[in-house]
């Protein structure tokens, strides 16, 4: 029930304002892609480990399951790592050579 009102109340406003800032080449959306990755990531990955313990369910229609939660799964945490890289060249570059540097 939590992960319904993590997906309604976060998940959805945050995808359309995204699609917004995608276009306008907003500077935040890469920070705001990151945390939508990592949740994502976490709420499917849950539901990855929960399917295996489900019970009724045949080896054949776990499998199925698994076909459609592990690649969201796997694009999750691609997106996850390029919206991190992104942010990181975004911190790095506002600091600066001389801004960074320790006497």
């Not at 907003?26 to 480990?49: D, G, K, M, N, S």
């Not at 459609?68 to 506002?94: E, S, T």
Request: aromatic content about 12%.
């Amino acid at each position: 029930m939590a992960y319904m009102w993590i997906e309604a109340l976060y998940h959805v406003p945050i995808s359309l304002w995204m699609v917004w800032g995608i276009f306008k080449d907003h500077p935040l959306v890469p920070l705001h892609l990151l945390i939508f990755a990592l949740e994502v990531a976490v709420t499917t990955l849950t539901c990855v480990v929960d399917i295996s313990d489900w019970e009724g369910y045949t080896s054949a229609q776990k499998s199925d399951l698994y076909g459609l939660y592990v690649p969201y799964l796997v694009l999750a945490c691609l997106m996850g790592v390029d919206a991190f890289v992104r942010v990181k060249r975004q911190i790095l570059h506002n600091i600066g050579p001389e801004k960074g540097k320790t006497a």
